[in-house]
């Protein structure tokens, strides 16, 4: 399931430090817009205790975290979306993924130049957000014309499209993003068929310094993205991406003390990787047996063919039936016999929609 999250914002914001910290891969990291031109792809574990308990309750020969991807695209510029410091490639990039995750400077540091003079995250916010805004009107505005002819001529699809047009084009004329209208079913399929930027969900980052961490809602800035971030129900994750760049270079164990020493239980990525997951819609079932406990990811709504064809196509095209029981069941039973032997363990057919922390064994015949 190769969906990812792209990491954008301004230059020298923290973008590629804190995809240092995600992938460890060693992204050139300089004081310096454009320093990071080819978007950075990496693959990072899903932290979720659930599969540790798993682990211990069945001891298998191993144990397989999900994974999930992250994109890390150069700094957007005012004027990107009119091809300003390579605007039109950094686009396309954002353009590819599935969901924002922008970074937003809440730091001060005179080492560190900030592109437009000051420190003011919601100046930054709303430039990289007008961006967006100004290439998905460019979009919507080539498409308009046309299918305004057709709905002239009373073409059903034309009508429909012309009508979903007309939404987002009132919407970005006012400064709001395709997200922040509301379409029914039918209107959706059109919306994701124009594959607009502001129509990808987003959160927000907040990078704080390192003697705020502890206490970031005592930094104004993240108070003032906190409040610009509720009005659009987005999500606000605060990180220190220096921190978190020294956090990944150590052992899980000096790790802990790390952040207990911090003052704080979670580090900013887990929550990030967390957050970015639960924006896409994305949830976790497992596989437990004494070969492997594994973890896969799978779109919430999904039936239980679908979700055993991650696994395999051969499962989704032999579908049984799946042996069903939920995480906390089996935890409280202590194992699978015991879980079967308490009614817990359910026989799911085609129809099943799988739940987050379902634990499942697959019946197929091929």
């Known amino acids: 399931m190769a969906l990812t999250a792209g990491i954008v914002g301004l230059p020298n914001v923290g973008k590629s430090t804190l995809f240092n910290a995600i992938t460890q891969a060693g992204v050139e990291a300089a004081n310096y817009p454009f320093a990071t031109i080819d978007p950075n792809v990496g693959v990072v574990e899903v932290p979720d205790t659930r599969l540790n308990k798993l682990t211990e309750l069945v001891k298998p020969k191993k144990t397989v975290p999900t994974a999930f991807e992250f994109t890390d695209i ?116 059109i919306v994701k068929g124009l594959h607009l930027l502001t129509s990808k969900p987003m959160l927000y980052v907040a990078n704080v310094s390192e003697d705020e961490i502890a206490d970031p809602d005592s930094n104004e800035n993240v108070l003032k993205v906190k409040e610009y971030a509720a009005a659009e129900n987005a999500e606000v994750i605060v990180v220190c991406a220096k921190i978190e760049e020294e956090i990944s270079e150590l052992e899980p164990d000096e790790k802990e003390e790390f952040l207990e020493d911090l003052g704080i239980t979670e580090s900013g990525l887990d929550k990030l990787i967390k957050a970015s997951y639960n924006l896409l819609g994305l949830a976790t079932y497992f596989t437990a047996g004494e070969q492997e406990v594994r973890a896969w990811t799978f779109r919430q709504g999904i039936k239980a063919p679908q979700a055993a064809g991650i696994i395999h196509t051969d499962f989704e095209r032999g579908f049984i039936r799946a042996e069903t029981v939920s995480y906390d069941d089996l935890l409280e039973a202590g194992s699978m016999a015991a879980a079967r032997d308490k009614g817990k363990v359910r026989l799911e057919g085609k129809e099943y929609i799988v739940q987050d922390g379902d634990v499942i064994h697959f019946r197929f015949n091929v």
């Open 74 to 189: 150069a700094g957007i510029v005012k004027g990107a979306s009119k091809g300003e410091g390579l605007g039109n490639q950094f686009l396309s990039h954002i353009r590819q993924v599935d969901a924002i995750c922008q970074v937003v400077r809440c730091f001060e540091d005179e080492n560190i130049t900030h592109v437009s003079g000051k420190v003011d995250p919601i100046d930054d916010i709303e430039v990289i957000n007008l961006e967006l805004i100004l290439a998905d009107l460019e979009t919507v505005e080539k498409r308009f014309t046309r299918v305004q002819k057709l709905a002239k001529q009373k073409d059903k699809d034309s009508l429909q499209e012309f009508e979903v047009l007309s939404k987002i084009k009132d919407a970005l004329e006012s400064d709001k993003p395709a997200r922040a209208v509301e379409f029914n079913e039918e209107q959706e399929k």
